[in-house]
């Protein structure tokens, strides 16, 4: 049975996720341009860039500066990512960081020993860690997310209950704390969701945490981004990570190819929900632009598609200024 929501939230990763996976550095500035043209569209939070190690990630060296180079918008919040102490004392230090705390879990052994060093049952060791800087930083816990909660390219398929064990797990550790936790994320890392598998997951989610809000992290890899997204809708799922213009990716994923990593495209899926009559409180037309500008900055044609063709809105005015000269 069909649930769709009435709003949608979309939290915005295209200048992490998208610049981190890039052969090339792009200059400071046209990031931080990028950044700005986001936050007039309307979105609640853009994920700027990622404290992690320059060796590793090259790319996002210069996170502190990127940060300093941002005209903030009032209301928008300006978040980062970070895999370890070091790169959270980094985030800390930074001023324009606003911090939460997240949890990561991975469904995976082979991918978390790839993307942390370590394996699933050590990354919950980690969390509870995590739970104490959280809570000596004065930190709120707003989500946890587990990785490859629908398949590996490294280990192959993933029984569904194991990702929803480990965000059962994750939400029991918070409450044994005290801690409500809000928001639960399935990542569908490296591409293997379907909407089969994406309405098996939630519901199995769902009827295990029934009072916690589901999030979806979904890439495009193999071109099922916007059906998985549907098949979220229609299981009323509200809240999806994205990135504008398609970009992104996890550099770790094992992907044959860069360009076929990123993750469903912000102004694709929201152009959807708006046809669909579910509103998302973003400018549409803005995201447009901005999507025209990561392509400029990147400089060859990206995967979205309604940042090339344009949305409805002029063909419907056109349309119905015909008619009434009709």
């Known amino acids: 049975m069909s649930d769709l929501p009435k709003r949608v939230e979309f939290h915005e990763e295209g200048p992490r996720e998208g610049f981190q996976i890039e052969p090339r ?117 707003e989500r946890a ?73 979904l890439h495009d890899t193999r071109g099922l981004g916007a059906a998985n997204v549907l098949a979220a809708l229609e299981m009323g799922v509200d809240l999806f990570d994205s990135s504008i213009a398609g970009l992104g990716g996890c550099p770790f994923a094992g992907h044959g190819d860069s360009r076929g990593a990123g993750n469903i495209c912000t102004e694709d899926m929201v152009f959807l929900c708006h046809e669909m009559g579910i509103e998302t409180g973003l400018d549409l037309e803005k995201l447009i632009e901005a999507a025209r500008l990561a392509e400029r900055i990147i400089g060859r044609p990206l995967g979205g598609h309604v940042m090339h063709a344009g949305s409805l809105a002029a063909y419907r005015a056109r349309a119905g200024a015909a008619a009434g000269h009709g």
């Not at 700005?36 to 060796?55: I, N, Y």
């Not at 001023?95 to 995976?108: F, R």
């Not at 991918?111 to 930083?137: I, P, Q």
């Open 25 to 141: 550095i792009y200059p400071l500035e046209q990031r931080a341009a990028l950044v700005e043209a986001l936050a007039e569209t309307g979105l609640k939070a853009v994920q700027v860039a990622s404290f992690v190690s320059p060796r590793a990630v090259p790319q996002m060296a210069d996170s502190e500066a990127l940060f300093a180079a941002i005209r903030r918008r009032p209301g928008v919040r300006y978040e980062a990512v970070w895999l370890n102490e070091q790169g959270f004392e980094r985030a800390r230090a930074t001023p324009g960081v606003d911090l939460a705390g997240k949890i990561s879990l991975y469904a995976s052994d082979a991918f978390a020993r790839r993307n942390n060093n370590c394996s699933a049952e050590e990354m919950r060791g980690r969390v509870l860690r995590w739970l104490d800087l959280y809570a000596e930083a004065g930190l709120t816990v």
């Open 145 to 217: 997310l587990v990785m490859a909660a629908f398949g590996c390219n490294f280990e192959g398929e993933i029984p569904p209950r194991r990702a929803v064990d480990e965000l059962v797990w994750a939400h029991r550790i918070c409450a044994e704390r005290g801690i409500v936790l809000p928001k639960v994320y399935l990542a569908d890392t490296m591409g293997w969701a379907n909407p089969q598998s994406v309405r098996r997951l939630v519901g199995m989610l769902r009827e295990a945490l029934p009072a916690t809000r589901i999030g979806l992290h």
